[in-house]
């Protein structure tokens, strides 16, 4: 990897922000500073760019603590408003889901359903400070004899209250269209009848990993925005697929990384955890979620210059493909066709409808960018970073 | 004489029959349509004031029904609590009047009220529930 006319080092670029010297760029200003300057003196000027996105992200969860019960409790089943958490760890530790939906709903008897309340959003109104009823319940035992045990419980009463989420941050996604007679709804959402709409669900050029395509500064340890709060990715995510085919400037062209990603509950912000209702879907968490790519040399500068133009995503048939598992696409379109509102298939005109919010995604990185430039946040240096085969 | 302000909800196959047309002929109402947005494919929704005798109102109503249109009153109007719009866009893709549109290239989601035809179609499909259904401030009849 030698031959870089650029070179910083973690430890250089943290000096900087302990300094106040650090110059930082969203994702979305750095493409013309690396247009107007060319990539090595933007990477000479640059040192960090800041990327962003809010989203529907179903594998988002929390770890909860509740403290003990006098007498003891070993709870097996857990509920926050009615909503199940996963008991079967130490007896009063629990995983609550973002797509648990809560136990009375209806689902999708009465069809679409409208799923009001879940995982998602007890873990809002968690950190929005709200009160919500826990449950649990035991078989008893010698050591922790109590069966039963509820209580009103706030975000403060907790010993932890973790975010945990296996897969956020997907490095591209489908573009849904709906080739049946019939609307269908989807995780992606309402998709009207024979290709009426097509739903497309990433931020684009602000998007985390389509600024850092190789994942060459994200991995363990890297240090991220996080529900408004700071967090870390630990892991690569599930369904991590670095070796989806790739354009020649090494955006992959269908689902491919994905991050693992951890933080303290308590210092998020409702505003950037949001429970949602998808009409005839679920439940879920909108996380919104920032990572700042370190300009260690001019190659990774040229990569967070990406524009929507040079991002493709394929459009997948959700009425009979997807469901079925038929590997089939009808074509690729930029990110700049699906933002522009209108999109072609098969001939035809499509309008098109974001799921992910631009406007959050693009302050999530403006809000980064504040943090680093004025000292409160410093760049995570990796353990390793998330495999690329 | 009574008068009520209704939205019609068309679905996709119904409108091309000239129902509207029938409730004067057969039920003696008159009708003043006051916004009809009625796209190929899509779900039609109309506006309308209707009057007549209660009676012939009730059957005209009964009439609708039977044909397969969800009759509503419009004395509600839809708003949206902005605190909770997160602006994914998810709602443009059910809302049949462009009252809920993305403005470009900030792909912000603007709401504007005075074309919103109340067909409640966002209401499930935000997936934050920031658009409400409420009783409406004017009062149209009674
Ligand atoms: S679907 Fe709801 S949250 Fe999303 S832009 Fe529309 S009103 Fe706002
Ligand atoms: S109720 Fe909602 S979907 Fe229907 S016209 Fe008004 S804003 Fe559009």
Redesign the pocket.
């Known amino acids: 990897m030698a031959g870089y006319r650029v070179n910083k080092t973690y430890a250089e670029i943290n000096e900087k922000i302990r300094s106040g010297q650090v110059v930082v760029a969203t994702a979305e200003e750095i493409i013309d500073i690396v247009d107007e300057k060319g990539a090595e003196e933007a990477a000479r000027t640059v040192d960090v760019v800041t990327t962003g996105t809010f989203s529907p992200m179903c594998s988002s969860g929390a770890f909860f603590n509740f403290k003990q019960s006098v007498p003891a409790i070993k709870a097996s089943n857990v509920w926050f408003n009615n909503v199940p958490a996963y008991g079967a760890l130490a007896a009063v530790d629990c995983f609550l889901g973002a797509t648990e939906p809560c136990e009375e709903d209806p689902l999708n008897k009465v069809w679409p359903g409208e799923f009001n309340y879940g995982g998602g959003h007890v873990i809002q109104d968690l950190v929005a400070g709200r009160t919500v009823h826990m449950r649990a319940t035991g078989y008893g035992t010698s050591c922790y004899p109590k069966r039963e045990e509820e209580r009103e419980i706030s975000i403060d009463d907790l010993p932890q209250a973790i975010l945990c989420n296996p897969r956020n941050g997907y490095q591209n996604y489908n573009c849904a269209i709906n080739l049946t007679n019939k609307t269908i709804y989807t995780y992606l959402g309402t998709l009207k009848p024979k290709g009426g709409n097509a739903n497309y669900s990433t931020a684009g050029q602000l998007s985390p990993l389509f600024n850092d395509p190789y994942y060459k500064t994200i991995g363990l340890g890297t240090r991220i925005f996080l529900g408004g709060g700071i967090g870390y990715v630990t892991w690569h995510g599930t369904q991590h697929k670095p070796t989806a085919q790739r354009s020649k400037n090494g955006i992959p062209m269908s689902p491919a990384g994905t991050m693992w990603v951890m933080g303290d509950l308590k210092q998020m912000s409702p505003d950037w955890l949001v429970g949602i209702s998808m009409q005839g879907y679920g439940v879920s968490l909108a996380v919104g979620l920032g990572v700042p790519i370190p300009i260690l040399n001019e190659e990774i500068v040229r990569y967070t210059a990406v524009a929507d133009e040079d991002i493709h995503c394929q459009v997948v048939d959700y009425g009979n493909d997807y469901p079925n598992g038929v590997d089939r696409n009808y074509g690729y379109v930029s990110y700049a066709a699906l933002k522009s509102g209108m999109i072609h298939v098969n001939g035809k005109e499509v309008p098109t409808v974001p799921v992910s919010s631009v406007v959050k995604a693009r302050e999530i990185a403006m809000r980064l960018k504040k943090w680093i430039e004025n000292g409160e946040f410093f760049i995570g240096e990796p353990q390793f970073t998330l495999p690329v085969s | 004489m009574y008068s009520k302000i209704l939205v019609l909800q068309f679905p996709s196959g119904e409108v091309k029959k000239p129902v509207v047309c029938y409730l004067t002929k057969y039920y003696d109402l008159s009708f003043n349509i006051l916004k009809a947005t009625i796209f190929p494919r899509k779900e039609g929704i109309m506006v309308l004031e209707l009057s007549g005798s209660k009676k012939n109102f009730k059957n005209g109503v009964q009439y609708l029904k039977n044909q397969g249109v969800v009759v509503k009153n419009a004395s509600q109007e839809?708003t949206r609590d902005n605190s909770k719009c997160i602006h994914c866009g998810a709602?443009t893709a059910?809302?049949?009047?462009g009252?809920?549109s993305i403005k470009r290239p900030e792909m912000w989601v603007a709401?504007d009220q005075k074309?919103?035809?109340?067909?409640?179609?966002?209401?499930r499909a935000c997936p934050t529930r920031a658009?409400k259904i409420q009783p409406s401030s004017e009062t149209f009849f009674e």
């Open positions: 839809v709602c059910v809302c049949p009047t009252a809920l709401f074309k919103c035809s109340v067909c409640e179609l966002c209401v658009m």
